[in-house]
């Protein structure tokens, strides 16, 4: 019973010490194992000489922010110096184009022809579902922008970049037919540059293609620049109860996948592979993602930095190749702008689904999700998906369970004899412990017996979890009644009482652990989840319910099924 005691304190502490870390990062403080507040306004700058405006090892200019420029100090409302000689004057004079599909408002800026506002029409606000969930921005508190340019001009000269003054060309604003392209133009230093950026009709991969022509009389060698700005924050509603990953990411058949922290960022410790002739680069938070896939088969150049106070980039450049006077060449890419669909995205790219990242259970998560999706393609109601998912598991691992349960049954026949056994030797731990462990070998009882076939399904459950957690096909998909949004939190709190409730009775069903302080700590587990399971998303406290209520009916038919061999054996 000892080793029984000592887990229900470790499990207790650690959920302890998860709520206090929580808290530390709701409140702006450096989390117990990052070091990094989760919303932090202001990154550190003690590495800005180094790390921060600098151009990049290619000559890519810093990310300025393209908003309304101070005209007495040409910076930007944010702070961020309008680099790469971009003149307030020029911004000021840019123009905003939106964009409209059948998924997307989109916001040009044309200056650099960048795009500065992206609007999901198919996914709600979180703060106001009857608005569009806003994935680009650049408004102050909320910078995210994807850019291109062109650079390897010759000294003294610069190719058209995201800070350079372009001409829309195109017509067309809105998505009529399956394609829409979008185009713009720009010319500097003995080079013209025409952007055309390709919207699909029900799709969320742009092709994006960059047309360089030679307008002067000697050769000139330019690369292009694929890049992704997003300040340092979490995204809205972030819970301080669970967080997912939210920053940069780099791919590569070589290295796979690699995510670069904010906080490695600042401290110039980002590890990360930084040429590749294949992969692509991202962006990515809770849902959602950003992400360029360049050409394969042609050597890129991998870059993340920090480019002002709570300000990164993360960029990739690719040669385009020698272009002799009077000739163009055209270089393609993709941009991924979007939530995180897995099929979706792995027919853009190689491995660009793992995005949605399932850390080291990802062996696991990855089947129990296609499960969920074929289950899905049934039922049509992701909620009742989770329900139908929990029983089968519930069944494939029902021999352990019943092994767990029996063992407790068991446990609990002989519960009152334990607790004369603790009367009579009282604190002579060494009788006590010998008496018991006689006793556990005269009934055929392995005091462990109700734990290890648990932990087998520990992982299981932990990447069922992590689905759960980082699908965004349950961000707005309703169950019944009151659920209207599975990825939100259940506004009634119907769901958490049910959790709390269904702990009880499991409680009431096992042994009751003969050491006060221990049965103390029982009680209140059902308090301490019951209360986390308040702010955890709807989709996640159902699988706990069902799971917990499947757990219920099992464990009443092994008891039942024990006390009638008991009695039979008696007879």
């Known amino acids: ?5 000592t887990i229900l304190w470790m499990i207790f502490s650690f959920s302890l010490l998860l709520l206090w870390n929580n808290w530390q990062v709701y409140n702006g403080q450096p989390s117990l194992f990052s070091g990094k507040p989760a919303n932090t306004q202001q990154a550190g700058t003690e590495n800005g000489s180094t790390n921060g405006t600098a151009e990049g090892s290619a000559g890519v200019p810093a990310a300025g922010v393209p908003m309304a420029a101070d005209t007495a100090s040409g910076t930007a409302a944010t702070g961020v110096p309008a680099a790469g000689g971009a003149s307030s004057q020029a911004a000021a004079e ?3 184009i939106t964009i409209t599909t059948d998924v997307y408002n989109l916001v040009f800026d044309t200056q650099g022809a960048q795009m500065v506002r992206a609007e999901l029409l198919k996914f709600g606000d ?3 579902p009857d608005k569009p969930m806003v994935l680009l921005n650049n408004q102050p508190g909320s910078t995210y922008l994807a850019q291109t340019g062109i650079v390897g001009a010759p000294q003294g000269e610069s190719f058209p970049t995201h800070l350079t003054p372009f001409r829309l060309v195109s017509s067309e604003r809105s998505l009529t037919g399956d394609t829409l392209d979008v185009v713009f133009e720009a010319e500097s230093g003995n080079a013209r540059v025409v952007k055309t950026f390709t919207f699909h009709r ?6 994006v293609r960059h047309d360089v022509y030679n307008t002067g009389s000697a050769a000139i060698s330019p690369s292009v620049y694929l890049q992704l700005t997003r300040d340092g924050n979490d995204p809205p509603n972030t819970s301080f109860f669970y967080n997912t990953f939210t920053g940069p990411s780099v791919y ?11 906080s490695d960022i600042d401290k110039n410790k980002a590890s990360y592979i930084k040429q590749a002739d294949d992969g692509w680069i991202a962006i990515v938070q809770h849902y959602f993602a950003g992400a360029w896939v360049p050409v394969e088969n042609r050597i890129r150049h991998n870059e993340v930095l920090r480019v002002a106070d709570n300000l990164y ?14 000739e163009q060449q055209a270089i393609n890419a993709k941009f991924w702008l979007g939530p ?3 099929q979706a995205m792995q027919a853009v790219a190689p491995g660009l689904d793992v995005v949605v990242d399932y850390g080291f259970l990802t062996i696991i998560s990855k089947p129990l999700f296609k499960l969920m999706t074929w289950i899905h393609g049934f039922l049509g109601n992701w909620g009742w998906t989770i329900v139908v998912l929990t029983l089968l598991i519930k069944l494939v691992f029902y021999p352990l369970s019943a092994a767990s349960y029996r063992s407790m049954a068991k446990m609990k026949q002989v519960t009152p004899r ?9 604190d002579d731990r060494a009788k006590l412990n010998a008496a018991m462990m006689e006793m556990y070998r005269t009934e055929k009882i392995n005091p462990l017996g109700g734990c290890l076939p648990m932990v087998v399904q520990i992982p299981v459950f932990i990447a069922l979890y992590w689905v759960l957690l980082g699908s965004v096909e349950m961000r707005g998909a309703p169950w019944i009644l009151w659920i209207t949004d599975l990825a939100a939190p259940d506004r009634w709190f119907i769901l958490p009482a049910i959790m709390m409730g269904t702990m009880f009775l499991q409680i009431k069903l096992n042994p009751t652990p003969p050491d006060p302080m221990q049965a103390r700590i029982m009680m209140i587990m059902p308090l301490v989840f019951g209360g986390m399971m308040f702010f955890f998303p709807a989709g996640l406290v159902l699988y706990w319910c069902v799971n917990n209520a499947v757990s219920i009916a099992q464990q009443r038919y092994i008891m039942h099924k024990l006390d009638k061999e008991t009695k039979a054996a008696k007879r």
């Not at 590569?252 to 904010?262: G, I």
């Open 418 to 426: 334990l607790q004369a056994l603790r009367e009579k030797f009282g």
């Open 202 to 207: 029900g799709r969320y991969d742009i092709d």
């Open 94 to 96: 840019s123009e905003k």
């Open 126 to 128: 979180e703060d106001d």
């Open 340 to 342: 995180q669909d897995q």
């Open 1 to 5: 019973m000892d080793i029984r005691r």
């Open 313 to 326: 980039s993360i960029r990739a450049i690719q040669p385009i190749g020698t272009i002799q006077p009077g």
């Open 252 to 262: 590569s058949s070589e290295e796979k996948y690699q995510k670069v922290k904010f």
